[in-house]
């Protein structure tokens, strides 16, 4: 029998980490986890694969680290996931969000260079790095145009997994990922803070849920269909950078009218605007067009837009009724 393959994932307690674990352990890998040395470890969206899986402390802001790691998994494929991804806080540490999704990305390719060529690379890049945006929809060949730090240094990731890909023949990949959400989402972005803010709204636990600009629109998936697709991308032939996307635009406001909706609820009653969620630049529109990964991959999404709000919403009326008011 063959060796079981074998898998390192950057950013392994986030919620794309998560469903991407689960997926490979379903797939029989042996699944190993980078994690950060914490004060308090950050593990609820792994808590229930913490027996299955291996977890190694590194750091992608330390090179010596992250040697140590690829040589302790001796991994088939590489999922670099890590990143400072919250847009938002990136205009409060510029530098920092540099470091992690720039520096980091290329600290990562270092690693499986100097340890095994022979590692497939998947790096997540972001719908972000259009920013404002050239051209609708958005493919592989639009022009970046990032409107964030998070967006500028997610683009020198693209490009710096590219050139080692060229440069180094390495089966390097990136994923241009849409935004992609779940019940696992942190409660600091808008889709969670949304279904969130329906749910405590609904069980008596809160009246006001605040928000920025609700024009933005959005190209919103499920994370659990989106890591089917990175997977996908490292059983290929030849490694290539895909978009990966529903195709489909909705703004905040429908986000809001969907979930309020779906809690029986009426939202003109209970939202507001706060100037602080409002982004010095905004990108306003962003929609992918999947059809290469479609073509390539086989890829299809599986659960639609109404569908994931109200699996979210869902998700959060059963956890704060349980008594999980912190997610």
């Given at each position: ?13 986030g919620q794309d980490g998560s469903y991407l674990a689960e997926l490979l352990l379903g797939k029989g890998y042996d ?170 709204i609904k069980l008596g636990k809160a009246d006001r849920l605040m928000l920025g600009n609700r024009d933005a629109k ?110």
């Amino acid at each position: 029998m063959a060796d079981k393959k074998r898998a390192l994932i950057t950013g392994v307690t986030g919620q794309d980490g998560s469903y991407l674990a689960e997926l490979l352990l379903g797939k029989g890998y042996d699944v190993f986890g980078v994690v950060r040395r914490l004060s308090a470890p950050n593990v609820w969206r792994i808590q229930h694969l913490l027996d299955r899986i291996t977890l190694l402390q590194a750091d992608l802001l330390d090179q010596l680290s992250m040697i140590r790691a690829v040589e302790r998994a001796q991994p088939h494929e590489f999922y670099n996931l890590a990143a400072m991804s919250f847009v938002p806080a990136s205009w409060d540490q510029p530098m920092l969000t540099g470091e992690f999704n720039a520096q980091g990305v290329t600290r990562a390719l270092e690693a499986v260079r100097s340890v095994n060529p022979k590692i497939r690379f998947y790096q997540a890049s972001s719908s972000e790095m259009y920013g404002r945006v050239r051209e609708v929809p958005q493919t592989e060949l639009t022009p970046f145009y990032p409107r964030s730090p998070y967006g500028v240094s997610k683009v020198f990731g693209h490009y710096i997994t590219v050139n080692y890909r060229e440069s180094y023949d390495l089966f390097a990949c990136s994923g241009i990922l849409f935004n992609h959400e779940s019940p696992r989402r942190g409660i600091e972005f808008v889709t969670r803070k949304v279904t969130d803010g329906v749910a405590r709204i609904k069980l008596g636990k809160a009246d006001r849920l605040m928000l920025g600009n609700r024009d933005a629109k959005r190209d919103w998936g499920f994370s659990g269909d989106y890591v089917q697709a990175m997977w996908m991308m490292l059983q290929q032939d030849q490694p290539d950078d895909y978009v990966i996307a529903t195709g489909e635009t909705h703004s905040v406001q429908e986000l809001v009218e969907v979930a309020f909706a779906h809690a029986g609820l009426d939202w003109s009653k209970h939202v507001g605007v706060d100037q602080r969620y409002i982004r010095p630049a905004e990108v306003d529109l962003l929609i992918g067009d999947p059809a290469k990964a479609k073509r390539a991959l086989g890829w299809e999404p599986s659960v639609d837009f109404k569908g994931l709000v109200h699996m979210m919403v869902d998700a959060d009326l059963a956890r704060i009724k349980a008594g999980q008011l912190i997610a």
